[in-house]
């Protein structure tokens, strides 16, 4: 059954400096005025990585705790952490995001080549996440970034059971350097491989680079979700800088709405992902 479009936006990433992309936002105020602008638009999840004073990339404990309160404070957004991270961070640092007790966090089915570098997600590595999310009661959305992803997942769930709520809610990235292409053969693809996951398994996409338009288009076409921000893509059109991830979110609403799935409130978000409804 194909119902409205759960937004997702990823406002920064891990990949992208400030520097060369001055619209990114990397500091705590400029995450939230993003968040409720793109929540405001249609947005209902976001997916966080968070910078330090530097605008590098960090775990740090202390803001990622910080973080998760203000964004609570300030949206009913689902707050979905990274535990990806960047390349180079470690498991312990990555496990320990689970402490900040974000509502969702990321869980990535696998290893793959990431442009000249590795993002490793060892097996025992994924279990000990998935693990602790159930314990936690955390949601986890599992990144795929290649097929055989899914195929570690149907294990993973097959040997130590559905994730936190019940439902399973996959990701997938398409485009990167080393993972599966950004094409519309490669989401059809994937999109195949969910019937051997559990009934009701949903999926949001999202393309790297300038797949992300086709990716876009497929999925929705497919009954798939949607992922945009600037940590997949910091070029709106050829030659155009993204100006902000209002800018892509305000895109995404538009083709959900031509489309004729409309974005869901944050309320219907956590209906479908088997998040807990907020508590205000
Ligand atoms: N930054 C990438 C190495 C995730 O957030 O869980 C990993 C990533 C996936 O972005
Ligand atoms: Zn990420």
Redesign the pocket.
């Known amino acids: 059954m194909t119902t409205g479009t759960l937004i997702t936006v ?1 406002p920064t ?3 992208s400096a400030k520097v060369e992309v001055p619209a990114l936002p990397v500091t705590l105020d400029e995450l939230l005025l993003t968040a409720k602008e793109c929540e405001a638009l249609g947005a209902s999840v976001v ?1 966080v ?1 968070i910078r330090d004073a530097a605008a590098q ?1 960090t775990l740090d404990q202390r803001r990622l705790r910080e973080t998760v309160a203000a964004l609570r404070e300030s949206t009913d957004l689902v707050v979905q952490l ?6 180079s ?1 470690p498991e312990a640092d990555r496990l320990a995001v689970l402490d900040a007790a974000p509502d969702m ?4 089915m696998g290893t793959v080549n ?1 442009g000249t ?1 590795v ?1 490793l997600n060892r097996w025992e590595f994924i279990v000990e996440l998935h693990t602790r999310m159930q314990e936690r009661g955390i949601v986890p ?1 599992y ?1 795929i970034f290649d097929l055989g992803h899914l195929t570690s997942l149907q294990r993973l769930l097959g040997t130590y059971g559905l994730p936190a709520g019940g439902h399973v809610h996959v990701d997938f ?1 398409l485009g990167v350097p080393g993972g599966m292409p950004g094409t519309p053969a490669a989401l059809v693809a994937a999109e195949q491989m969910l019937r051997d996951l559990p009934t009701g398994t949903t999926f949001s996409a999202t393309g790297v680079g300038r797949s992300t338009i086709p990716v876009l288009l497929a999925s929705l076409s497919a009954g798939g979700h949607l992922r945009v921000g600037m ?1 997949d893509t910091v070029t709106y059109a050829k030659g155009q800088p993204v100006e902000s991830n209002m800018q892509l979110v305000a895109r995404a609403v538009g083709f959900a709405q031509l489309a004729q799935r409309p974005p869901l409130t944050t309320v219907e978000a956590r209906e479908l992902l088997g998040v807990p409804a907020l508590r205000r």
């Open positions: 990823a990433g891990a990949e997916h990585h990339p990274s535990s990806g991270g960047a390349v961070d966090a990321s869980c990535t990431f570098d993002f959305e990144e990235v940590e």
